[in-house]
């Protein structure tokens, strides 16, 4: 059977990407539709970020030129995961498979028909993998790496290299919609699953205008939530500080022994430091179990256009 499609496409003060990203985008669906691979009724789906330039009015505008070209605009700034997942609930209403990816083309557009084929062979989910990052920075690429390594070592289900860019059954949709956390960790998330999946290498673009929205604070938070959904890290953190006290009282001990009370001063400060970062580390968990028990909206609409 030919499958419905949606790519959904979050966007946050895009309005000099959309211009070049919009006419790929239309022009590979628009491939996929003529070669039979999905329905004639396949469509985008761009969810506005609480974007403050003309982001919205530029979907707005497309929507009212292509039917194929929908939109859903929520009512502040809600985060990239936030709105992803809107717009997969959104899509996930009508379609058979949806596609993640962002819109300033640095996820290839190109291996969509690839992705198809490994869906049509039996994959509920495809991750797009990429397998080079020569337009990173130095810092940027050696980071990401780091943390790759690290989830790997705390949950081997984690896909290396594999950010936002997937695609996903209604099925996994379907399941998807029983997840309430909070602390939004998509790539984490449909891995749990344990479905049938495949991967799809690519190589990382650069980006052709504007700049990104994702800023040093919102990558270190989204990190944050990842290693916080494991159970084992966890408890790391909640006994981080008793660690750390302990280590103080040995060190004063030891320093003290030798008879060095400028040693003992010493070793308390850096001492003290680690346990100062301890317990930053345990209110970081301690305020993602909050926002958790508050249960508030992950997002909120305040106008579409579909």
Known sequence: MTP????????????EMLPLSMPVFLDMLDTLRKSGEVKSDSFLLFVDDGSTDSTWRYIADMHFMRNDVRGIRLSRNFGQQNALY????????SCDIVVTMDADLQDDVQVLPEMLEKYKKGSEIVYGVRFCRNMDTGLKKYSAALFYRLLKFIDPRTVRGHADFRLMSSRVVELLKE??????????????????????????????????????????ELALNGLMRSERLQNLFYKAPVYAFAAIVCELIISCGKGSGKGAVISGRSMAALILVSQAML???????LKEARQLPRYIVCDTAD
């Open 4 to 15: 419905r499609l949606a790519v959904v496409v979050p966007c946050y003060n895009e309005e």
């Open 86 to 93: 809107a717009g997969i609930m959104k899509a996930g209403e």
């Open 179 to 220: 997840h309430r956390e909070q602390n939004l960790y998509l790539r984490g998330i449909v891995s749990d699953m344990g479905f049938e999946s495949s991967e799809v290498m690519y190589e990382r673009r650069g980006r052709d205008a504007g700049c990104t929205g994702y800023s040093a604070g919102k990558m270190v």
């Open 283 to 289: 209110l970081s968990m301690e305020s993602a179990v």
